[in-house]
């Protein structure tokens, strides 16, 4: 009983890497990728330690386990952080202030001038001051 509730434990920890690397696949960009990997390689090597504690059934093994595991997770909080400074800042939801803002679609129907003077009242882009 004790080997098979330790098997389950592995498999469901290597279930959790299989899911992170699809997740570091599948992904657009580079935080979410990160985030959806961080979370699945701290939950899978947690699995995979507490499944070979109950196979050795010994204490001190578990706790050699257990500070294994600490370690692991402050790597992997350490290097996504890390990785995420580095990467590539996206440039469509923090677009500077000082930017003109782009004309509305149905500018070309409407009588105002620019895009800085909206022809429809509440269209003005929330991120600028108000003149």
Request: glycine share 10%.
């Amino acid at each position: 009983m004790i080997t098979g509730l330790s098997a389950v434990l592995i498999v469901c920890g290597v279930l959790f890497f299989t899911a992170g690397t699809a997740a570091l696949i599948r992904f657009p960009d580079i935080r979410s990728q990160l985030h959806a990997l961080t979370k699945a390689d701290n939950l899978g090597p947690g699995l995979i330690m507490v499944g070979a504690a109950v196979y050795l059934g010994s204490w001190s093994s578990a706790a050699l386990l257990a500070i294994a595991w600490v370690l692991i997770l402050g790597q992997a909080s350490v290097s996504a952080h890390a990785l995420t400074a580095l990467g590539p800042r996206s440039t469509t939801s923090l677009a500077p202030l000082t930017a003109p803002a782009p004309p509305p679609r149905w500018a070309k129907w409407g009588s105002a001038g620019t895009a800085d003077e909206p022809s429809a009242p509440g269209t003005a882009d929330p991120r600028r001051p108000a003149p």
